[in-house]
């Protein structure tokens, strides 16, 4: 197997704004706790787990994609991940949490976060109305 190696030096600027780069892109993480169809308490533990490893990593902003469901009226996926953010921000393990049809510029919540965590601000689900997502601001 071979290997290109570039000869091409970085400039200091270029290297500042890649450093940069990072930096935003770690502050927000998104997570597919629907992806492999678990059951609500396997979800909670996937949730939780990923949780602590965004607060080791600096993350500041977890969006979790946990579906709507297909009754109209919130799975099974939303409707026991919110209740157990609720408990998760009772508890002081999340700093709060906002359902995604709430998401929206018009939320004091929504805006003292994205105060927080300014990189929210190009999340597309920002004024959406997205049921199938919830939004946990870190500690």
Known sequence: MEYAISSRRSSTKDS???IEALKAMSAVRTYNVE???PILDEARRLVIAEIKKAEREGVKALKIIHGYGSSGKGGTLCVGLRKS????????????????EDFSIFNPTVLSMLESVPEMRGDPDLNATNEGVTFLWLK
């Open 85 to 100: 953010f609720g408990l998760r921000k009772k508890e002081g393990i999340i700093r709060d949490f906002i359902a995604g």
């Open 35 to 37: 992806a492999g169809l």
């Open 16 to 18: 500042n704004f890649e």
